[in-house]
């Protein structure tokens, strides 16, 4: 099991940055993947960042070069530096943990923190 609360967002003007946390409830060192995903009303979740254990990064296209996805694991948090805001990134952002055992695959999901860039 793990839990995950994140933190951090709240508006901003466009152009501007935000960092956003998510503190796991467990050592995330072990944990597969660790993602940050976004949901804008009336659209689906999309994939924005992830990082593997082994610290392998990967981006949505919309945000390569303005966002960078990090993680402590002294301190079980993961971050998502976000700059150059624009209003297409109003959005809740959700962090995701994927935790792979012997008996399975399991995804965890955070409460959501909402990002508002204002034009």
């Known amino acids: 099991q793990v839990q995950l609360v994140e933190s951090g967002g709240g508006l901003v003007q466009a152009g501007g940055s935000l960092r956003l946390s998510c503190a796991a409830s467990r050592s995330i060192f072990s944990i597969n993947y660790m993602r940050w995903y976004r949901q804008a009303p009336g659209k689906q979740r999309e994939l924005v960042a992830a990082?593997?254990?082994?610290?392998?990064?990967d981006y949505a296209d919309s945000v390569k070069g303005r966002f960078t996805i990090s993680r402590d694991n002294a301190k079980n948090t993961v971050y998502l530096q976000m700059n150059s805001l624009n209003s297409e990134d109003t959005a809740v952002y959700y962090c995701n943990a994927v935790l792979g055992l012997e008996s399975g695959q399991y995804n965890y999901w955070g409460q959501g923190t909402q990002v508002t860039v204002s034009s």
């Open positions: 990082i593997t254990s082994g610290g392998s990064r």
